[in-house]
C-alpha cells in the first residue's frame, strides 16, 4: 500500500513538471522594415505590450514612430535598405524631451503618421500572457511626413 502511495505521488510530480512554461520575454521581437512604399512610408513590423489587446497595439503603433525617429529600423530584405534613425543628434531625446513627450502621449500627434492598413489574418499576432498581452502587428509609418514635421518643428536640421 504504501508503495503504491509512493509510486503514485512520483508520478504525479513528474506529471505536473512536465507542462511548459513560456516565458513572456519570448515573444518579444525587434521592429524591422519589411518594405518600402513609393510614397515615402515604410511596412514596420513592431511589437507592443500592454494590459489588454487596445494597450498593446497602441504600444506597438508608438514603437514602430518611435524606432523611425531615435532607434532607425533594420530591413528583413535585400531590396530595402535600412532605416537610420531621423534624429542623430546626441541627447535629443532629452533637448527636445517637452516637444516629444507631447508628440508621444496617447492619442498624440504621432497617430498622424503611422496606419494599420494590412487587414489579413496573419498581420498581427497576439500573446497573452499572465500579466499582460503582447501584439505584433504591420505598421505603416509615412517617413517624409514625419521627416519633414519635425523639420517644420526645427527639431530636426
Known amino acids: 500500500m504504501k ?3 509512493l509510486l503514485l505521488s512520483v508520478l504525479l510530480v513528474i506529471l505536473a513538471s512536465c507542462g511548459v512554461k513560456v516565458s513572456e520575454s519570448y515573444y518579444d521581437q525587434p521592429v524591422k522594415i519589411l518594405r518600402a512604399e513609393y ?6 513590423r513592431s511589437s507592443g505590450k500592454g494590459r489588454n489587446a487596445a ?27 535600412s ?7 546626441v541627447n535629443a531625446k532629452t533637448k527636445y524631451q517637452d516637444y516629444f513627450n507631447s508628440f508621444f502621449a496617447d492619442g498624440g500627434e504621432y497617430l498622424n503618421y503611422i496606419s494599420i ?15 499582460q498581452v503582447t501584439c505584433q502587428t504591420n505598421v505603416t509609418v509615412n517617413v517624409a511626413a514625419l521627416k519633414a514635421k519635425l523639420q517644420n518643428d526645427n527639431i530636426l536640421k
Request: glycine fraction near 6%; charge should be neutral; proline fraction near 3%.
Open 83 to 89: 532605416l537610420k534613425p531621423l534624429l542623430l543628434e
Open 3 to 5: 508503495t503504491r502511495i
Open 39 to 44: 510614397d515615402g512610408s515604410y511596412v514596420i
Open 55 to 81: 494597450a498593446a497595439l497602441a504600444e506597438a503603433r508608438k514603437q514602430a514612430v518611435y524606432d523611425v525617429v531615435f532607434n532607425g529600423v533594420p530591413s528583413t530584405t535585400s531590396t530595402v535598405s
Open 117 to 131: 492598413e494590412d487587414k489579413r489574418a496573419t498581420s498581427s499576432n497576439w500573446f497573452r500572457g499572465e500579466s
